[in-house]
């Protein structure tokens, strides 16, 4: 049974690696299976895992309409490391805890692997919810018990917003990108950071930055000669769209010897490169800060970034989700906007798409899908084709629109919320530039580990130097050596992480993603378990 289960898989692998460049930074995965039987030492929970899989694949659907053979070719070629194999172990061996506890040397999986604040126990902001609960039902608005229930601010601001939704109907559809009124504060408040002029139809309100990705992807690529530049390491959102969308992966290499620093350097080696090989390179992608690598550029290094995109004529897609997560005080966030805008590059002279989302920052609201991206740079006719887009899927959900106009606008100095606001964003940020340094101190002090300095964002991006042995080992197993590591890492302690082969590498390097969003008070278990995992791994492989 399970060899008719792994040749299944083979099969699958196989065929996705035809449709792959062999020279892809992104390593592509092998079967999950062959990956788990490949362990001597697997918990009950694991062979359990492997049993439901086997059973569950060896049904005959050789009648049903749609097969791997005939499946779209290039949604094989997708992968998302960030919720691939490791968690999925991860959410098997928490279900065996809770059936059969006891039954592991740990008592709870301990979630490192994915940017997801309020599952590790972060509190929503206040006002935010205050607010939002307002406009969900506008009925207790005029109750007379919600003045004792609720900040005059957010009450003022729930009957603002209600009054920019026809009907007050947070339930019915909006315009297409999104409604009017939210994208005059959204507007406002980008006006506000960037002290240049914002314009509200700039703005398309989308399900978190993830679909705005994906429609800019939609725009750029009609075939596989058409590049994106992307970091490597990236945030697989970008592999994964890319490849969903039939385009090519144009690598560029942060320098990882220098704080993960991005050279204009290696953006013209790449692009050479590419143009050489036939692919027309029509944007650059570029994460700041950065994700998984969590540096913050430096205002002159953007300025050669704005440059480099006006020479060249490419699109500039600037994530900066991660805006309010900085942590160091020699860095500090700016825009591309802002940074274009103060070079004297205006609408006509440089395409920029700027994504925001209400996912990260101190606000962490994954789950309610808000953000948006700003869209300048682009002719009439081209924004009609965005526009047409953004209308296939209706509209975004009206409480991530909400949300996303709450976090560009939030309570100011004399408003009744602002010191609780206040407080709360500034115990969460403190909380993870803590965490971020406990855990950048923890994996420095480990045999064979190196890490740049958590700057921003929510990760930590160290570098393993695996004993051959090891690797050795891994290849036996026809895996990735860091996805061996993160796998043995996972069965010993329940910490899961994401390995580096992911999110991309330079080849021979390894690495793995690790969260700082873990509760503070969990923080020294994790250093624990963590350290005398890996005194073991190494004890055990070495020489």
Same mark, same amino acid.
């Given at each position: ?8 898989? *083979?099969?699958?692998?196989?065929? @996705?690696?035809?449709?792959c460049s062999s020279s892809s930074p992104i390593t592509t995965s092998t079967s999950a299976l062959q990956r788990l039987t490949s362990s001597s030492s697997q918990s009950p929970a694991v062979l359990r895992f492997l049993s439901t899989s086997s059973d569950s694949m060896a049904s005959d659907y050789s009648s049903t309409p749609v097969t791997l053979n005939n499946v779209n070719p290039k949604v094989l070629k997708c992968e998302y490391a960030v919720r691939g194999e490791i968690v999925n172990l991860a959410q098997k061996l928490q279900q065996d805890l809770k059936e059969n506890p006891g039954s592991h040397t740990f008592d709870e999986i301990l979630y490192c692997n994915i940017g997801n604040p309020q599952s590790l126990a972060q ?24 003045? /004792?229930?609720?900040?005059?601010? +957010? %009450? ?85 769209? &890319?490849?969903?969308?039939? /385009?090519?992966?144009?690598? $560029? ?11 204009? +350097? ?71 906007? !802002? ?8 609408? *006509?002279? &440089? ?7 209400? @996912? ?18 682009? @002719?009439?006719? %081209?924004?009609?084709? &965005? $526009? ?16 996303? +106009? ?5 309570? !100011?100095? /004399? ?21 971020? *340094? ?6 420095? @002090? ?22 051959? *042995? ?64 890996? !005194? ?8």
């Amino acid at each position: 049974m399970r060899r008719f289960v792994a040749d299944k898989v *083979k099969t699958l692998i196989n065929r @996705s690696r035809t449709t792959c460049s062999s020279s892809s930074p992104i390593t592509t995965s092998t079967s999950a299976l062959q990956r788990l039987t490949s362990s001597s030492s697997q918990s009950p929970a694991v062979l359990r895992f492997l049993s439901t899989s086997s059973d569950s694949m060896a049904s005959d659907y050789s009648s049903t309409p749609v097969t791997l053979n005939n499946v779209n070719p290039k949604v094989l070629k997708c992968e998302y490391a960030v919720r691939g194999e490791i968690v999925n172990l991860a959410q098997k061996l928490q279900q065996d805890l809770k059936e059969n506890p006891g039954s592991h040397t740990f008592d709870e999986i301990l979630y490192c692997n994915i940017g997801n604040p309020q599952s590790l126990a972060q509190q929503p902001i206040t006002f935010f919810r205050e607010v939002l609960a307002l406009c969900d039902h506008p009925l207790i608005l005029d109750k007379s018990e919600t003045q /004792g229930l609720f900040s005059a601010d +957010s %009450i003022e601001r729930a009957f603002q917003i209600l009054d920019q939704i026809p009907g007050r109907a947070t339930g019915a559809y909006s315009h297409s990108q999104g409604i009017k009124g939210l994208r005059d504060t959204i507007a406002s408040g980008i006006e506000a950071r960037d002290g240049f002029p914002a314009d509200p139809n700039d703005i398309f309100l989308t399900d978190g930055a993830s679909p705005a990705v994906h429609m800019m992807m939609q725009l750029l690529i009609g075939s596989e000669n058409d590049g994106i530049l992307c970091p490597i390491p990236q945030y697989p959102l970008y592999s994964a769209s &890319i490849a969903l969308h039939g /385009g090519t992966l144009v690598p $560029y290499y942060l320098d990882e010897e220098t704080g993960w620093g991005l050279e204009v +350097s290696e953006l013209e080696n790449q692009l050479k490169t590419a143009k050489s090989k036939g692919i027309n390179v029509r944007a650059l992608a570029v994460i700041n800060p950065g994700n998984p690598t969590g540096q913050v550029l430096a205002e002159a290094n953007q300025r050669e970034i704005v440059e480099f995109c006006k020479k060249e004529g490419l699109v500039l897609l600037a994530d900066e989700v991660y805006q309010e997560n900085v942590y160091v005080p020699e860095k500090q966030f700016h825009s591309f906007k !802002k940074v274009a805008r103060s070079m004297g590059f205006g609408e *006509k002279d &440089i395409s920029l798409v700027s994504f925001q989302s209400v @996912s990260k920052g101190f606000y962490g609201e994954c789950g309610k899908r808000g953000g948006y991206m700003e869209v300048t740079g682009f @002719s009439p006719e %081209i924004r009609e084709q &965005i $526009y047409k887009v953004a209308s296939v899927n209706l509209c975004s959900n009206i409480s991530g629109q909400i949300l996303a +106009s709450l976090v560009m606008s939030p309570p !100011k100095v /004399g408003d009744e919320s602002y010191e609780s606001f206040a407080a709360e964003k500034e115990g969460i940020l403190s909380s993870l530039a803590r965490r971020a *340094k406990t855990l950048e101190d923890a994996f420095r @002090s480990l045999e064979g580990v190196t890490c740049n300095k958590a700057e921003g964002a929510m990760y930590l991006f160290p570098r393993i130097n695996l004993p051959d *042995k090891a690797i050795k080992a891994a290849e036996e197993a026809k895996t990735a050596p860091d996805a061996f590591y993160a796998r043995r890492l996972l069965n010993a302690t329940g910490i899961v992480v994401v390995p580096g082969s992911g999110f991309g590498q330079r080849p021979g390097t390894w690495h793995f993603r690790c969260t700082i969003l873990p509760q503070e008070e969990k923080i020294p278990a994790i250093v624990s378990r963590l350290t005398e995992f890996h !005194k073991q791994f190494m004890d055990e492989f070495r020489g």
